[in-house]
């Protein structure tokens, strides 16, 4: 998480670069065997791609919800990943954090899991909804005799509500069955719910997976709305770099559904209603908008028949109409700077078309080429020249179902400037765009790129993740064996060429982080 990105339990990341908790690092899946991964290279991707998807399988459920099922038999256990193709770029003005909310809320249960007696839980839930629009009401109104009184019963039913709940009751569930990893994230682009559990436990999973999508209950919504309020004071308003990044997004983006923070304004958050998240819910978490990944120890045709029994219930919904993202082209350059009592950091961002350009490998390639590991570009001219305590860039940020941006970020060194740094950014972003990159330099990073891939796809949780994440932004799972593909074709003048479209004044917005005496 983040900025951008929110988690419930210890996930596991993406092999794309992501800023996280305000340590901007680049990471990927671990767990991933090592010898898959040294006997595939780049004359043998095609056979690899061939044996890999003969194990897969795809469904879709009479109520639109889709399922990609591979078969993996090497250990007795299994991961899955629901998705759901809704992130923070789908909220309405005024209601940021929503769909990260959301998240935390379906963890709490369901009519049956997470309460001891819903029946006399749900009047309470709903008083307090009652009390919460009264409360506001009254301070609206500067009642303040009121507001103490209606916050006197609030607490009352607060205390009553709370009572009858079993605490992270679905969690024990997980737990006592043998899973782990059970966890979620939100994104500006989905929102993903995973797990693994022993491969006998397949039907539990569909039994509480279903269940908590078909009768969710968002209990315990205030209690929630504080824990969510603090994680954004420490992640945000609290954190220097986290400052940046949210200024940053809205002048790289003002136009943008991606120029607003995942996490939510701190204003909207306390406004939210437990009718909010109904309604974001009602909307968007339709079965068609839902695509499952499950890897590992499974049969197909068992999964399609207890998908069909169990994820059957869920009522087809009329589908919400897709985001379309029209903002306008950045035509001069932009920039921002936060004062903080902090040490310096210095960002780039430019514009770049979503996952689905034929560059998409192209843009990852300029970012190893600068930032992918101790022999690149920006990390020798910056950290190792000690301008800079670190260097990275992220191809896509902080989305990619869209246009997007390609970052560049660093932390200046005790006694050196953001202007120093800035000047070795520009050098060489310009080498780029003026020199053929060499064929060793290329081979080298193309490399890298392959393997780091191919060892997320080696685990079965990130195989799980990547399946259906492919289905939704990109209209089929397969195309995410082409990026293998895509990887090895990219040239050197596909690298200039992309470079010089890219790294355009006009295309660029500059933030700065500095000390606040600065």
Known sequence: MHFFSCFRFSRPLQWRSMLTLGLLLVVIWTCAPATAIAQTTGSNIQPYIERVTRQISEFTLANGMKFIVMERHQSPTVSFMTYVDVGSAYEQPGKTGAAHFLEHLAFKGTTRIGTQDYAAEKPLLDRLDQLFEQIKTAEAAGQTQQVAQLKQEFAQARAAAAALVKQNQYG??????????????????ATRYFYSFPANKLELWMSLESERFTEPVFREFFEEQDVILEERRMRTDNSPIGKLVEAFLETALPDHPYGRPVIGYEADIRSLTRADIQDLFDTYYTPDRITI???????????????????????????????????????????????????????????????????????????????????????????????????????????????????????????????????????????????????????????????????????????????????????????????????????????????NQLFQPQNLTVGKLMAADS
């Open 293 to 499: 990944g499950i890897v590992g120890d499974v049969n197909a045709k068992q999964v399609k028949q207890m998908a069909e029994a169990y994820f059957g219930r869920y009522q087809a919904k009329s589908g919400a109409p897709d985001l379309v993202v029209t903002a306008p082209a950045q035509t001069e350059p932009r920039s921002v700077t936060v004062n903080m009592p902090t040490e310096p950091w210095y960002m780039e961002g430019y514009q770049r078309p979503a996952l689905t350009d034929p560059d998409n490998a192209v843009y990852q390639m300029i970012a190893s080429l600068l930032t992918g590991g101790r022999t690149s570009r920006l990390y020798r001219a910056l950290v190792q020249q000690q301008l800079a305590l670190n260097v990275n860039v992220s191809s896509s940020f902080p989305g990619d179902q869209f246009s997007n941006l390609v970052l560049l970020y660093a932390q200046t060194a005790p006694g050196h400037t953001i202007e120093a740094v800035a000047t070795v950014v520009a050098s060489e972003l310009n080498r780029l765009k003026t020199e053929p990159v060499s064929a060793t330099e290329l081979d080298q990073v193309k490399t890298q790129a392959r393997a780091s891939l191919l060892q997320t796809l080696a685990s079965n949780q990130g195989m799980a993740g990547l399946l259906p994440e492919y289905e939704a932004k990109t209209g089929s799972w397969r195309n995410l064996f082409a990026e293998l593909n895509a990887i090895e074709a990219v040239t050197a003048a596909d690298v200039q060429r992309v470079a």
């Open 172 to 189: 024990q569930i997980v737990q006592q069955a043998g899973g782990v990893g059970l966890n979620a994230t939100t994104s500006a682009d």
